[in-house]
C-alpha cells in the first residue's frame, strides 16, 4: 500500500502566483487533514474533511481553500501565494472510528513563496 | 482555548543518556498520542495512551499518561542514534468537531555518538 501520497514534493512559487497541492490516500479511510509545519510551530492544522463531501476550517485557514474530490482525494490550494505561507505542508488521513484514530502522515511538500 | 505544552523544546544527549519528554495539557484529556518524526520526514504514530496512570512500554520507550490526565511523558532507556528526531505529543482537541488532534510544538532530540 502506498499509503498517502503528496505531491508535488518541492516547489518554489513567487509572491501572487496560485498553485494546489494534491494528497490521495488508499486506505479507505473516511477523514483527511491537511497541515502545515513551520520551526518552532509544531503542526498546526489548516483544514479537514471529516467525510467526503464535508470540509471544515482548522487553526489557520486564511489564504487556502481545499477541496475533498472524493473519498480519496484530498487538495489544497494557495489562490494568490504570500511568503509567510513558506513552510512544510503534510497531508493526513485517519479511519475515525472507537479505538482507531491513529493519523497516517504523506511525505510532505516543501512550499517557497518568494 | 485548550493548550498543550511540551518541554523541553530541544534536548541533547550523549548516546546511552536516558531521555525524557514531558506533555502538559490545560484540560482533562480522554487519550493521548505520540508521533515520531525523523529529520527530513514525516510524523509516524507511535502510541496512543487512554487509561488513567496507564503505563506502556516499546522496547526502551516508556510512555506514561498522568492519573489526573492531564499530563503525559516519555522516556528513552539508553539513547541511541536511531532515537533522533522530534517527538510530540497530541491529545484531542475538543474545541474541533469529532476530536482533532491538537499537536504540542515537539522536543527535538539529538543524540552524539
Known amino acids: 500500500n502506498a499509503g498517502v501520497t503528496q505531491t508535488p514534493k518541492f516547489q518554489v512559487l513567487k509572491t501572487g502566483q496560485s498553485m494546489t497541492l494534491q494528497c490521495a490516500q488508499d486506505?479507505?479511510?473516511?477523514?483527511m487533514y491537511w497541515y502545515r509545519q513551520d520551526p518552532g510551530m509544531g503542526l498546526r492544522l489548516i483544514y479537514y474533511s471529516a467525510s467526503e463531501g464535508t470540509t471544515d476550517k482548522g487553526e489557520v485557514p486564511n489564504g487556502y481553500n481545499v477541496s475533498r474530490l472524493n473519498k480519496r482525494e484530498f487538495s489544497l490550494r494557495l489562490e494568490s501565494a504570500a511568503p509567510s505561507q513558506t513552510s512544510v505542508y503534510f497531508c493526513?488521513?485517519?479511519?475515525?472510528?472507537?479505538?482507531?484514530?491513529?493519523?497516517?502522515f504523506g511525505a510532505g511538500s516543501r512550499l517557497t513563496v518568494l | 482555548g485548550q493548550q498543550v505544552m511540551q518541554i523541553p523544546q530541544y534536548q541533547h544527549v550523549q548516546e546511552g543518556e536516558d531521555f525524557t519528554t514531558y506533555c502538559n495539557s490545560s484540560t482533562t484529556l480522554s487519550n493521548i498520542q505520540w508521533y515520531k518524526q525523523r529529520p527530513g520526514g514525516h510524523p509516524v504514530f507511535l502510541i496512543q495512551?487512554?487509561?488513567?496512570?496507564e503505563v506502556k512500554k516499546q522496547k526502551r520507550l516508556t510512555f506514561q499518561f498522568g492519573e489526573a490526565k492531564k499530563n503525559s511523558s516519555l522516556h528513552i532507556t539508553a539513547t541511541q542514534t536511531t532515537d533522533v528526531g522530534t517527538y510530540f505529543c497530541a491529545p484531542p482537541n475538543y474545541g474541533g468537531s469529532q476530536g482533532n488532534l491538537i499537536f504540542g510544538k515537539g522536543t527535538k532530540l539529538s543524540v552524539k555518538p
Open positions: 486506505m479507505n479511510h473516511n477523514s
Open positions: 495512551l487512554v487509561k488513567s496512570g
Open positions: 493526513a488521513s485517519r479511519l475515525y472510528r472507537a479505538g482507531a484514530n491513529v493519523l497516517t
